[in-house]
């Protein structure tokens, strides 16, 4: 039985605690994959003060040296893409095709961010005095911690790590408890691309005790955080207190807005798998159809039918669209939102129970579900679920499809499903979220495009493409006097 150790100053060393969790599969319980012992405060300090020793030599190599191991990194990655994949889908429970799609996106990530390794640029200005000039330089802040969640266990640590480590800081890198085999491979992958120890530190822990001991370090100059919003803006506000750079990612309840003109075979193959697909574990998930009553009962009938089509199971079956649940914790509080929903009077169209059949009897598996005739006011369409439930919601008009959909406190991605362009303008100059897309999927993003959303969700510079460093670097401007003499007087 495997027992995952953390990696402190280049060396890898299992935990004193006596604290410890069994890493499970969710779509088989009695699939036990290790053991993960919950690191101590200490060990977690120690991992700073590891990384803070390592900054002095890491910020002095040339940028493109620095590049050059993340884009070994990321043929490493490549490399052992189908292990990688193996393990996150027994992990985390994602199908196969689900879990190739994050190991392509951070490999993607990892290529995009050793180019811009060669691209860590400032800007000449010119002064309005003779003989001067000026320029900026971007530097490195320090120590950055990197936490991260359970559902992209892979993509998410690689588009913080990737872009931090080149732009010339060193991490501590704390998972979530859930998903340590991913978070140990990854690690593994980039010291074998050539990472001086130091550079990059692994503490596997929980975010009471490890986390908290992190973030609130002296030495850890930047926090870069996806997660839940209880747990993001609790954290936000303890380190905001000692004035370094905070980075939160967090909650979304995504609207798709379905006008009269659309596509509707495209619209329903595109809201079940924003609505269904990696079984609702996306922050990016669709969780909110805002239809417009002429084409209402016709889309959630064949919502309905595409919803009950598809197959449930374990994600190593080439066969599965829906794997299960991530734990019991998460099984057990989308069940119980979808009793809120029938408590709420919303109307319940399909599935609204754990799974059953062969093979779904020790996996966390909930039937994919739809809501009918839910009210703004719901609490099923307000709140963030992480599971395979959707909530629809039926308009008048545009206008009435625009006040609802932004009528939500997170602000991440939208979609929406129509071939009018002057509608289609307007939603996009109207709508509240980070990100929109036009008759596509709420879900979805490459390597080389901001990510990142507004209002509740998002604190912050955004993450990867040309963003990317913006978080992980400071401005520097300095001023070059050659005129060598004394200058009469100062502007400030």
Request: net charge negative; aromatic share 6%.
């Amino acid at each position: 039985m495997t027992t995952y150790r953390n990696f402190i100053g280049g060396e890898w060393t299992e935990s004193s605690s006596s604290k410890s969790l069994d890493n499970i599969n969710p779509a088989n319980t009695d699939d036990k994959l290790g053991i993960i012992k919950l690191a101590t405060r200490d060990e977690a300090r120690q991992a700073v003060e590891a990384a803070a020793e390592a900054f002095r030599s890491w910020r002095t190599m040339p940028a493109p040296s620095r590049g050059r191991m993340i884009a070994r990194a990321a043929r490493l990655m490549e490399d052992d893409k189908e292990n990688l994949a193996a393990i996150l889908t027994r992990e985390e429970g994602k199908t196969l095709a689900e879990s190739r799609g994050e190991l392509q996106r951070s490999i993607n990530v990892a290529e995009f961010c050793a180019g811009e390794a060669r691209r860590l640029n400032g800007e000449t200005i010119q002064s309005e005095l003779t003989s001067n000039f000026a320029y900026t330089i971007k530097q490195p802040l320090g120590v950055v911690a990197c936490i991260t969640p359970w559902n992209f266990p892979v993509a998410i640590p690689v588009w913080k790590i990737a872009p931090a480590l080149v732009a010339g800081n060193t991490v501590v890198f704390k998972p979530a408890s859930l998903t340590p085999a991913t978070a140990v491979r990854i690690v593994e992958i980039f010291v074998e691309a050539g990472l001086p120890k130091g550079v990059l530190n692994l503490v596997l822990g929980s975010g009471s005790e490890a986390g908290d001991e992190i973030t609130n370090h002296k030495a850890v100059r930047a926090v870069s955080f996806t997660g839940s919003n209880d747990v993001g803006i609790k954290m936000y506000e303890q380190v905001a207190r000692r004035g370094v750079k905070v980075q939160c990612e967090m909650g979304g309840k995504n609207p798709v807005v379905i006008l009269e003109d659309a596509d509707l075979d495209l619209a329903v193959e595109s809201t079940a798998q924003g609505a269904f697909g990696s079984s609702g574990q996306r922050c990016t998930a669709t969780s909110r159809a805002v239809v417009v009553n002429d084409i209402a009962d016709e889309f959630v009938a064949r919502l309905v039918k595409r919803a009950q089509g598809l197959r449930l199971g374990a994600g190593d079956d080439p066969q599965t669209d829906v794997g299960p649940s991530v734990d019991a914790n998460q099984f057990k509080t989308v069940l119980r939102y979808i009793e809120i929903g029938r408590e709420d009077g919303a109307t319940l169209s399909c599935g609204g129970e754990r799974a059953k059949g062969e093979g779904l009897s020790k996996g966390f598996f909930v039937q994919p579900t739809v809501f009918d005739h839910v009210t703004p006011d719901m609490r099923i369409a307000r709140e963030e679920i992480f599971g395979p439930v959707l909530s629809v919601l039926r308009v008048k008009n545009f206008d009435e499809a625009m006040l609802v959909a932004n009528d939500s406190e997170y602000g991440l991605s939208s979609s929406i499903f129509t071939n009018d362009a002057a509608r289609i303008f307007r939603f996009v100059d109207e709508i509240e979220t980070g990100m929109t897309h036009i008759n596509s999927p709420t879900t979805g993003g490459e390597a080389h495009i901001p990510f990142g959303g507004i209002k509740a969700t998002g604190i912050g510079d955004r993450e990867q493409g040309s963003t990317a460093l913006d978080f992980y670097t400071e401005l520097k401007v300095v001023y070059v006097d050659y005129t060598g003499r004394k200058r009469e007087g100062n502007l400030y």
